[in-house]
């Protein structure tokens, strides 16, 4: 079973930045980040393949950047001019693919992020 472990997150002023890590325990196909705010459903953000194809949610794009260094099996979210909707809990996500909830094979602790003034 592969271990994500996340870092990042916190607190920011709307218009801020902050950047998310997730670290896996071994090689892995498609890695990215799920959120889920209260009273809402969980949501895919971004996730990047080994090869560098990225995707992205409509609420994020030109805000967001994932990328990940394979040598370290590590995946980074650039998350810039933050939204106080941006809020929500942050997890990293890991499989074959990540496109659907039940296509991933291990989440992470989940980290929190809060967009306010």
């Known amino acids: 079973q592969v271990q994500l472990v996340e870092s990042g997150g916190g607190l920011v002023q709307p218009g801020g930045s902050l950047r998310l890590s997730c670290a896996a325990s071994?090689?892995?196909?498609?890695m990215g980040w799920y959120r889920q705010a209260p009273g809402k459903q969980r949501e895919l953000v971004a996730a990047?393949?080994?090869?560098?194809?990225?995707n992205y949610a409509d609420s994020v794009k030109g805000r967001f950047t994932i990328s990940r260094d394979n040598a370290k099996n590590t995946v980074f979210l650039q998350m810039n001019n933050l939204k106080p909707e941006d809020t929500a809990v942050y997890s990293c996500?890991?499989?074959?693919?990540?496109?659907?909830?039940?296509?991933?094979?291990?989440w992470g602790q989940g980290t929190q992020v809060t967009v306010s003034s």
């Open positions: 990047i393949t080994k090869g560098g194809w990225t």
């Open positions: 071994g090689s892995i196909l498609s």
């Open positions: 996500a890991a499989g074959v693919g990540i496109s659907t909830l039940a296509s991933v094979g291990a």
